[in-house]
């Protein structure tokens, strides 16, 4: 006999920092809105980002679903000074166990699912414990999934490191990795991070189901080579389901409220905007590139500037929102007045949602972090694609290459600096010349795509929500 459950509780954890707290926190509000979930969502803060404490106290006083903080562990003694990000983020959610188990156990309504991000994969005993299904949830795509389950496999096939390889690392059913678009724990196989990521590539099958940030009309071979048991369906067995694009609804816009003034001023599809995420810094010299490409191009533009650093390009990831606005101390000398009618600087953060849907924008200059990709890719935006770390560098290989509504430097970012002219040229092609008229135009193609995708009337990611939702109530 199935037992029907009439309003299931799902749980959610979501590990530091805002690129994974965002999708987690609009997942928790499609299982409440289109399904009558309780979600109960269990944040383990960093308490050094504004940007992230100010969306858990806003998540907070909704009060759509519960959101619990779990206090960041001191893991200074665990971590050296100089570690990578994946590397903290893996020892402060394996420190955050024995807290966050005690958190659950102590919820005075059971769950009838645990849903963790890929940092929490080391969680699943939680819920074997508790008898309860567990899923992984995906905040990235499909490739990014089928580079990091096969990984481990890759880590007995091939020697030394992957980014002296001359020949691209074949994934089967999918489309090849280039040695220089690995992601950042492939880089170094000597790091812990790189041993935190393929245990976590080896991990991920052992959930119950895998939930990824995409859409079926959006990477359908690489779906497909993830459901096809002779390819990578072999090693993953969990049934995989979309449920993208997961964007933020638009936020309030308090002091930068003139920012959308500003917009309302200037004519339809003619503003760049320039974002490169909650944690990139760019040098002091490709800072100076930058404004000379913005002005140069003799386009209209937003941009989000933080000051330029010295550190790793994801040194602000826990620090986003922080930084002056004494533009002229690392802008070109004149460089504010002369571009004051055309242009319009932002210190430290933007209401990234309403600008990205405001008719004024007509594309993107972007790190390539996924959120930030659905988001552009919702609102028909042609990208400038700026790869800074992570799985940015497949991103924007996927955005120029596959999905045809990008435009990206010759030569990464990360190992040489992006020359003004270089930058004139991308942004006036997604912006205004004709030949990038087919990248416009594919961006409006896929905008539908994504609206099709959350169709009440047989769209691929409500129907596999949908699926997924009426699984858990009547288990």
Excluded at 310 to 322: I, Y
């Amino acid at each position: 006999m199935v037992t029907s459950i009439s309003n299931p509780h799902a749980v959610l954890i979501s590990s530091p920092g805002l690129g994974h707290l965002i999708p987690v926190l609009e997942f928790g509000k499609l299982l409440i809105t289109h399904h009558n979930f309780e979600v109960t969502i269990f944040a383990v803060a960093s308490r050094t980002s504004a940007a992230e404490s100010e969306m858990i106290q806003a998540a907070m006083s909704s009060k759509l679903c519960q959101i619990i903080e779990i206090s960041p562990p001191n893991i200074s003694h665990l971590v050296d000074a100089d570690a990578t990000l994946v590397t903290i983020l893996a020892v402060m959610m394996r420190e955050s166990k024995s807290a966050l188990r005690a958190a659950i156990s102590s919820l005075t309504s059971r769950p009838n699912v645990l849903i963790f991000d890929v940092f929490g994969t080391e969680f699943f005993d939680i819920a074997d414990d508790l008898g309860v299904a567990k899923y992984c949830f995906v905040a990235s795509n499909a490739w990014f999934l089928s580079l990091t389950v096969y990984t481990p496999l890759l880590d007995k096939l091939v020697q030394g490191e992957y980014v002296d390889q001359t020949e691209p690392f074949d994934i089967p059913g999918c489309r090849s990795v280039r040695p220089e678009e690995v992601v950042d724990p492939m880089l170094d196989r000597r790091n812990q991070q790189y041993f935190e990521y393929v245990r976590i590539g080896r991990e991920i099958p052992l959930c119950d189901g895998i939930l990824i940030n995409t859409w079926e009309d959006l990477q359908p071979k690489a779906l497909a080579a993830l459901r096809d048991d002779k390819l990578l369906g072999g090693i993953v067995k969990a049934p995989i389901y979309t449920v993208g694009p997961i964007v933020r609804t638009p936020e309030p816009t308090g002091s930068n409220r003139e920012v959308l003034d500003w917009l309302d001023k200037q004519p339809s599809d003619s503003v760049l905007y320039v974002s490169l995420g909650s944690g990139g810094t760019l040098s002091y010299e490709q800072t100076i590139e930058l404004a000379w490409g913005l002005e140069l191009s003799q386009q209209r533009f937003i941009w989000v500037v933080r000051p330029p650093s010295t550190a790793k390009a994801d040194g602000s990831f826990f620090t986003a929102g922080s930084g002056g606005d004494d533009f002229s101390s690392f802008l070109p000398e004149g460089f504010l007045n002369r571009i004051h009618e055309v242009g319009k600087l932002v210190p430290k953060w933007a209401p990234q949602v309403n600008i990205l849907r405001h008719s004024s924008v007509g594309g993107f200059l972007s790190h390539a972090g996924w959120n930030s990709t659905m988001e552009s890719i919702s609102n028909g935006l042609p990208m400038i694609a700026w790869p800074l770390y992570a799985e940015q560098r497949m991103n924007a290989t996927a955005l120029a290459e596959e999905l045809g509504v990008a435009v990206r430097p010759k030569i990464q970012p990360s190992e040489r600096v992006v020359g003004r002219d270089e930058i004139v040229t991308m942004v006036r092609k997604i912006m205004v010349d004709k030949q990038g008229q087919p990248i416009r135009d594919r961006a409006k193609e896929l905008k539908h795509s994504a609206e099709k995708a959350w169709s009440s009337e047989g769209g691929s990611s409500y129907n596999s929500l949908s699926l997924l939702a009426n699984k858990r109530k009547h288990p």
